[in-house]
């Protein structure tokens, strides 16, 4: 499958670009289906994108927020992804969303993982998956060489969630897995510096998933990537 790349002038029109985009799929899934699922990523890319979105006029009591992965740490910590989501994307109007988030109080992340990856089995096709990506080539929580990384990437694979100890950076993680990140219409890479974009493009060339994770969404045939980039 191939792979279409939109180029921003900058970052705001990138983030412009991609909150009218999401916004268009999620009113389409309401309209269609009476609710929408939008899986979103952690870091710093995605902030300037959540923030605009928190301004939309969607109906957000019928979206759900799914988090790609979070870092193994309670949401009150200042590394959890949810405590970023619910900081910058639930405020306002987005505050009626409904946020699944990985991070399960009182659980080991092995039955963490169990119980997440029970409640996003039961989910139904996503309608956006917006994934950003390390300059290791790591997307989600899906990191190079992590122990468990190839049984992650397998599209053939059964597991919706799985705990991933990264190699390269802090916290023992849970992600979505490769084959459930891709369940979605609009599978979505949101880039920005030239730094990212030749990293991407290695990953083109890139036969080894488990070196360079996103190129597993690149080689893949069941969803078009659609990649956003800003300098
Ligand atoms: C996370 C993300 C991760 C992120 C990349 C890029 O938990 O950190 O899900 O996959 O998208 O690490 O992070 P930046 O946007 O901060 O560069």
């Keep these: 499958m191939s792979y279409s790349l939109a180029s921003f002038a900058s970052r705001d029109a990138l983030d412009r670009?991609?909150?009218?985009?999401?916004?268009?799929?999620?009113?389409?899934g309401i309209e269609d289906r009476g609710q929408a699922f939008c899986v979103i990523s952690g870091g710093s890319t995605p902030l300037g994108f959540f923030r605009l979105l928190t301004k939309s006029d969607l109906d957000f009591s019928k979206v759900t927020f799914i988090l790609a992965d979070e870092r193994w740490v309670r949401p009150d910590h200042p590394d959890s992804n949810e405590g970023a989501v619910r900081r910058h994307l639930l405020q306002g109007p987005a505050r009626l969303a409904t946020l699944i988030g990985l991070f399960q109080e009182g659980l080991d992340i092995k039955?963490?993982?169990v119980s997440?990856?029970?409640i996003v089995q039961a989910l139904p096709l996503f309608d956006v998956v917006i994934l950003g990506m390390g300059l290791d080539g790591h997307t989600a929580s899906?990191?190079?060489s992590a122990t468990g990384i190839e049984a992650a990437l397998n599209l053939e694979g059964s597991a919706s969630v799985v705990a991933i100890q990264p190699l390269s950076a802090p916290n023992a993680r849970l992600s979505l897995s490769a084959q459930r990140l891709i369940?979605?219409?609009?599978?979505i890479l949101h880039l920005t510096s030239a730094e990212k974009l030749a990293?991407?493009?290695?990953?083109?060339a890139c036969q080894e998933a488990a070196l360079m994770p996103v190129s597993r969404f690149l080689n893949q045939s069941k969803v078009a990537l659609q990649v956003v980039w800003a300098p």
């Design 199 to 204: 990293v991407f493009k290695q990953a083109e």
């Design 17 to 28: 670009a991609l909150c009218a985009r999401v916004e268009t799929i999620l009113q389409a």
């Design 183 to 187: 369940q979605t219409e609009n599978l």
């Design 116 to 118: 997440s990856d029970q």
């Design 111 to 113: 039955a963490n993982a």
């Design 142 to 144: 899906l990191f190079p």
